[in-house]
Every structure is written in C-alpha cells, then in structure tokens.
C-alpha cells in the first residue's frame, strides 16, 4: 500500500512539472491594453497644467487612423480606443486626441481650443497663446499709422507717427502749401510756424488678452477641458472639418 502511494505521489508531480504556463491570450491582451491606457492616462495633461511638447509628439507618432465602412476607429499603439461615425466624426474626442476640430474651436499650434471670439469676446477674436487672445485692431480712439495703433489726432492735426501736425490751411492760411516741418507762402514769399505735439508711441494693433493657466481660462476646448490633439491629418479621408 506504502509503494502504491509513493507511486501516486511521484506521478502527479512529474504531470505538475510538465505541464505549460496557463497564462491565456486573453490576460496578455488585457494586461497589454491596460498598460497602453495606463500610458496615455499618465500622459494626458491633467487639468491645470499645459500639454508638453514630447508628450503630444509621442501621442500623435503612435496614433494610427482607419476608416472602416461607416466607422472612423482610432488606435494607440494598436490598441483600439474607440470608434465613431465617419458623417459626424468631426470634433468628436476619443481619449487625449479629437478628429479635427468643431466648428466652435480653433487648431493652434495642432490643438484645438474653443474659439476665443466665444471665450472672450467678438473685440478679441485672435488666439496667439494657449491662454491669450487678442484684438483684432486699435480701438476706437485711435488710429492705424504704418502697422501701429496712435491716439486720434486733435481736430485740424494729422499724425505721422509720433507727432500730430497741424493743418497749413486751417493755421496758416489757405495760401500756404505744406512743406514738411513747415508752411510756406510762394508769393510774397513767406513762411509760417506748423504746429506739432507729441501723441506718444504706438503699439500693436493685437492687443493681448491672458485668462488662466494650463487647461483653463481660454486654455480650454469646447467641452471646457484640456485642448485635445488633432488628428484629422492622420484620417486616410478629407473630412472637411473646421477649415479655416
């Protein structure tokens, strides 16, 4: 009876030694997938902070695109992260990346933020910074002089720049011809003082505007998170979505 034990005891365990790893297909995939989700999670900028450059880089270098029927499906290192109607693609976030922008965001810099014309007003409609939008233009009481905006000259003056110069009809008399620094009378001949003063110096017609930093203020989408990576150039197809 003690041999026949033995026996049993020793045949199991050479069947145990024998026998090939257990682990499935399905536990490697999942594993891999959630260390790919993991991956683009901790690259993902959380909200608050700005998007750094190698991150977008990597993101979009290992984003692949593929039309499938009806379907745009969009996969990360060959993990699909989702699918959506190709006729209502535009817009549509999957993940960290939107497949182009919507019609009430702007592409700046490869992201797309909402439009700053709804973010901050119609008078400030140009985004030249992640949270900056600007005027397009002087305002009201001013003037363009040679790409700059001036204070509006008093009545009878007229700016070059800097300087606000009178009118030679209106100070000197209808007779006299504007020479450049001053009025002139040909005959008898004649010169007459042309009033100056010094309006000060121009600035940029593109006056900025800063709200927030990172992800918020004017740093956002249109769904109020972080600006998402666009990747319409990575569609095989011209969606037609938000050119601008």
Same mark, same amino acid.
Request: aromatic share 12%; net charge negative.
């Given at each position: 009876?003690?041999?026949?034990?033995?026996?049993?005891i020793?045949?199991?365990?050479?069947?145990?030694?024998?026998?090939p790893?257990?682990?499935?297909?399905?536990?490697?995939?999942?594993?891999?997938?959630?260390?790919?989700?993991?991956?683009?999670?901790?690259?993902?900028?959380?909200q608050?902070?700005?998007?750094?450059?190698?991150?977008?880089?990597?993101?979009?270098?290992?984003i692949?695109?593929?039309?499938?029927?009806?379907?745009?499906?969009?996969?990360?290192?060959?993990?699909?992260?989702?699918?959506?109607?190709?006729?209502?693609?535009?817009?549509?976030?999957?993940?960290?990346?939107?497949?182009?922008?919507?019609?009430?965001?702007?592409?700046?810099?490869?992201?797309?933020?909402k439009?700053?014309?709804l973010?901050?007003?119609?008078?400030?409609?140009?985004?030249?910074?992640?949270?900056?939008?600007? /005027?397009?233009?002087?305002?009201?009481?001013e003037?363009?002089? #040679? @790409?700059?905006?001036?204070? &509006?000259?008093?009545? $009878?003056? !007229?700016?070059?720049?800097?300087?606000?110069?009178?009118?030679?009809?209106?100070?000197?008399?209808?007779?006299?011809?504007?020479?450049?620094?001053?009025?002139?009378?040909?005959?008898?001949? /004649?010169?007459?003082?042309?009033p100056?003063?010094?309006?000060? #110096? @121009?600035?940029?017609?593109? &006056?900025?505007?800063? $709200?927030? !930093?990172?992800?918020?203020?004017?740093?956002?989408?249109?769904?109020?998170?972080?600006?998402?990576?666009?990747?319409?150039?990575?569609?095989?197809?011209?969606?037609?979505?938000?050119?601008?």
């Open positions: 009876m003690k041999t026949l034990v033995f026996f049993f020793m045949t199991l365990s050479v069947c145990v030694l024998a026998m790893e257990t682990r499935s297909y399905h536990h490697d995939h999942y594993r891999n997938r959630n260390e790919v989700m993991n991956t683009i999670k901790a690259m993902s900028p959380p608050g902070t700005a998007l750094v450059s190698d991150n977008y880089k990597s993101i979009l270098d290992n692949k695109v593929e039309v499938n029927g009806t379907e745009i499906c969009v996969y990360y290192l060959l993990v699909k992260l989702g699918c959506v109607d190709l006729h209502k693609a535009c817009g549509i976030k999957v993940g960290p990346v939107t497949i182009g922008c919507a019609d009430d965001e702007e592409n700046y810099l490869g992201l797309c933020y439009k700053c014309s973010l901050a007003s119609a008078d400030f409609p140009l985004r030249t910074a992640t949270n900056t939008c600007a /005027k397009d233009g002087c305002d009201e009481d003037e363009n002089d #040679a @790409g700059l905006c001036y204070p &509006k000259c008093k009545e $009878n003056y !007229m700016g070059v720049a800097t300087v606000c110069w009178g009118y030679c009809s209106y100070f000197c008399g209808p007779e006299y011809d504007d020479m450049g620094l001053y009025c002139y009378q040909w005959w008898p001949p /004649k010169s007459c003082y042309k100056r003063y010094d309006r000060g #110096a @121009g600035t940029l017609p593109y &006056k900025p505007w800063t $709200n927030g !930093m990172g992800c918020n203020g004017f740093g956002v989408n249109n769904q109020g998170g972080c600006a998402k990576i666009d990747i319409s150039g990575k569609v095989p197809i011209d969606l037609g979505c938000n050119k601008q």
